[in-house]
């Protein structure tokens, strides 16, 4: 099993421009979560999708954050416009839950953002 | 709602000393509780979990955490650490009762000197 998988894994744009976030969640997996990873604010959870559904996206900074999952085996993450204050390390991560089932978390690589 | 909080920010070792990071949690009923490991540059990984059962639980790497539901506690041990086990401990558990979003605590970073 390859794992989750985020491209790109570092992404240097200028404030202002579009940046979109990619994942694949693991092969069966029916929960997929991103999450900013910053020194000040550390892990936050940004949103959560089940079955394709976003069940919590409470945690999406503003409007210009935005985020879908077309099918079970690719979600995205877009904002725009970008700004200085996203810099940071977006993670993905994917599990296998339901009927009062846990199965742990499984995290990708991340995506290292840094707006100029 | 629901919190997991860790005591620790930065603790700082020498080889082969014993290692207890602390972590409790705000909630009570079915108790789901995680400990990740993020290594410098490196994603979040699993070291250990608890679901229900024997409350000491061993995970990867000669590490081990015990579950005291009376204390709300789960802190996370290792007898003896190495050079490599410098990172960053977190520990989680459910946002709220029946929910499988997890909640993080802020995160230990913990230095092993050789």
């Known amino acids: 099993d390859a794992g989750v998988i985020q491209s790109p894994r570092h992404e240097v744009t200028e404030m202002g421009q579009e940046v979109t976030l990619r994942c694949k969640p693991i092969s069966g997996h029916n929960s997929l979560f991103w999450y900013r990873q910053t020194m000040m604010r550390g892990l936050e959870l940004l949103i959560y999708f089940n079955n394709n559904v976003p069940i919590d996206d409470s945690g999406m900074p503003e409007d210009r954050f935005s985020a879908k999952m077309p099918n079970a085996s690719f979600s995205t993450l877009k904002i725009q416009p970008s700004e200085p204050r996203d810099s940071a390390v977006y993670f993905c991560?994917?599990?296998?839950?339901?009927?009062?089932?846990?199965?742990?978390?499984?995290f990708g690589p991340g995506t290292r953002l840094t707006v100029l | 709602a629901q919190s997991v909080s860790q005591h620790n920010h930065h603790v700082i070792l020498s080889e082969a000393a014993s290692l207890e990071l602390g972590c409790n949690y705000s909630y009570g009923g079915t108790v789901n509780l995680f400990w990740y490991v993020q290594y410098p540059g490196q994603h979040l990984q699993l070291l250990l979990k608890y679901f229900s059962g024997d409350p000491l639980v061993k995970g990867i790497k000669g590490f081990e955490a015990e579950f005291i539901k009376s204390k709300f506690s789960f802190n996370l041990r290792k007898p003896s650490v190495q050079w490599s086990d410098t990172a960053e401990y977190f520990c989680?558990?459910?946002?709220?009762?029946?929910?499988?979003?997890?909640?993080f605590g802020k995160g230990t970073k913990l230095s092993v000197i050789p």
């Open positions: 989680a558990g459910p946002s709220g009762a029946g929910s499988y979003q997890l909640t």
């Open positions: 991560a994917s599990s296998l839950v339901g009927l009062g089932r846990w199965v742990e978390q499984f």
